[in-house]
């Protein structure tokens, strides 16, 4: 038998709205960076998309919005299985074993449930509420090592490894491995334009609070111009009592791969215009390219469908093999 060569990674995005610098910054990057490294498996988390409502056509071209970005950012397809995460019906199938060993104490203190849910918790959905219990199946399905992922997306990890132990423990087998969290040191976590206080998101009702992938270069000049500040002129970095300043330092070193200090050193003495000038500046160098490349590939739906139908052959190829296993550990006769 032939032995695990590669670790795994496995990380994905909903199809639920624009992509902004906030996923890119908190995940985009970094798997651009090393998912050559790893067996990676990255998807189009479409099946978490309609735990709102949602209309069906905008679905689908964020799906192609989703996976054009991964193309335009330098994902290599031949590299990465990327793929639709409901082209892999064993999703699904794994969410309802696991959903079995999950506690409801556990799902109730996920802090994006109560997030999404809001005041009325009554009129959210099951499937928003189970919804990382799908993560879990997202992450185990493929045995998982890692699952790069911006900070928000950490609770849901945390709780992936206490299913799979509780999975384990059921079966008496370790069968799932622990995945870790790998979430960077900058980006991980860029909050909103206009309110320092939540993060930059794709469900913001303000489309002033975020940069979009495909925003054009005098958009982002002009949604950097007016992100909010405070009175204070003077440059300087405190995340609890400047959050909005102290984010746009954030996003200057991330974008710029240096460190926050750094950043404020070479900006000690200007002013805040000045210090917003360069970050549009920055901003529209990393992000144009991409848009362009992003433009340009769904311009040609038949390239990314070829892709996206290679990834489902692959995902579901190790998939099927995955949940069969599962199936005979819970005790279901399997022909
Ligand atoms: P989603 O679609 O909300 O976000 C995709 C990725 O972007 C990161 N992110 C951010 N990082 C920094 N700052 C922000 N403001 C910001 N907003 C989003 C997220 O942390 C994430 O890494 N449930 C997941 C999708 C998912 C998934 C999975 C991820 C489904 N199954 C399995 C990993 C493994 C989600 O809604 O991400």
């Not at 699904?92 to 109560?114: A, D, H, P, Y």
């Not at 997202?138 to 509780?166: F, M, N, S, T, W």
């Not at 950097?224 to 440059?235: A, G, L, R």
């Not at 009592?241 to 996003?251: C, D, K, M, W, Y």
Request: charged share 25%.
């Amino acid at each position: 038998m032939l032995g695990k060569t590669m670790s795994i990674l496995v990380s994905g995005i909903q199809t639920s709205g624009s992509l902004h610098l906030g996923n890119y910054l908190g995940s985009i990057k970094n798997w651009v960076n090393i998912h050559k490294q790893y067996d990676s498996y990255l998807f189009l988390a479409d099946l978490h998309s309609i735990t709102v409502p949602q209309d069906p056509s905008f679905i689908r071209s964020c799906a192609y919005e989703v996976a054009a970005a991964y193309i335009a950012s330098g994902i290599s397809s031949d590299k990465a299985t990327i793929f639709v995460q409901s082209s892999v019906p064993a999703h699904t199938e794994l969410s309802w074993i696991l959903s079995c060993v999950t506690s409801m104490g556990w799902l109730n203190r996920m802090t994006q449930f109560k997030d999404k849910a809001g005041k009325d918790k009554e009129k959210a959905s099951l499937g928003l509420y189970s919804y990382p219990v799908l993560q879990a199946a997202d992450v185990l399905l493929y045995k998982a090592d890692i699952v790069p992922v911006g900070e928000d997306q950490k609770q849901h990890i945390e709780l992936c490894r206490d299913i799979a132990a509780a999975f384990n423990r059921n079966v008496n087998k370790d069968y799932f491995n622990l995945p870790e969290p790998m979430i960077m040191k900058e980006g991980a976590r860029i909050m909103s334009l206009r309110d320092g206080a939540q993060k930059m998101s794709k469900s913001d009702p303000s489309d002033n609070s975020r940069i979009n992938l495909l925003d054009d270069q005098d958009t982002i000049y002009q949604k950097i111009k007016k992100s909010k500040t405070d009175s204070i002129s003077e440059i300087y970095y405190d995340k609890e009592n400047r959050p909005e300043v102290s984010n746009l330092f954030s996003i200057y070193a991330a974008l710029s791969d240096r460190k926050i200090e750094t950043i404020i050193d070479e900006f000690t003495g200007k002013t805040f215009s000045e210090f917003k000038s360069k970050l549009a500046d920055l901003t529209v160098e990393v992000i144009g390219p991409i848009s362009k490349e992003m433009r340009r590939i769904l311009n040609s739906k038949d390239y990314l469908d070829n892709i996206l139908s290679f990834g489902a052959e692959k995902a579901n190829k190790i998939a099927s093999q995955n949940i069969k296993e599962v199936k005979e550990l819970v005790g279901f006769i399997s022909l």
